[in-house]
């Protein structure tokens, strides 16, 4: 797909991945970079070209019909939406440590909010011709981590949500829907689950999502998670076809 002249929303774009590919982007696009933390984003745009800002917490209903709105008074459409904003706890099941609120939680942000947010948004990006979807999961929607259980099943949910959006909107719209699926990346996100001793930087997360919506690539799976699907799931799309014939 064409990566230029384009208006695109990035989620929890303040910092880590949301904030490289801001920067990937930056120069050839209009990029807005929403998240909770208005001094944060503040921050992450300085001194980046036609980078704008909007505070809003896309788990609150209100913040995005906000968002919504300031999207399509003051920039007058959207090509690229990035569901980047996450969230994780990391601890183990046999712990007695209140799964469901932490589940509760990281479905709140990983799951339910970039469907709200999707849906909102759609009547805008399917008014353009060139317009996609990008749906950031993880390694672990193919195999869960038993450090970070519901965040796990979390990003397993967004993955199936992002191939049955992809196969509904491939028959009646121009919008494309890509899914990027990293393994561990060295940002703050990550700090708890040993991202900066085994992390990949996050430019190279930034570096294969730009590679793969030039190459109309769907199911962009960076490092260690291209290991994975390859020795294990190689023939997911096959099976997701005898699925939805």
Partial sequence: MNITNNIILITGGGSGIGLEIAKA???????????????????AAQGLDNVFTIQADITQEKDVNRLVEEIKVNFGGLNILINNAGHAYAYTLSDTSDTYT??????ETNYFAPIRLTEKLLPLLKQQENAAIVNVSSIVAFAPGSHVPTYSDSKAALHSYTQILRHELAKNSAVKV?????????????VEIGGRENGIPPSEVSESLIKGLLENRYEIRVGNTEVLYTNFFAHSEGAFSMMNV
């Fill in 102 to 107: 932490k589940a509760a939680a990281e479905f």
């Fill in 178 to 190: 890509f899914e990027l699926m990293p393994p561990l990346v060295n940002t703050d996100f990550s």
């Fill in 25 to 43: 982007l930056n120069t050839t696009n209009t990029v807005i970079i929403a998240g909770r933390n208005k001094a944060k984003l503040d921050a």
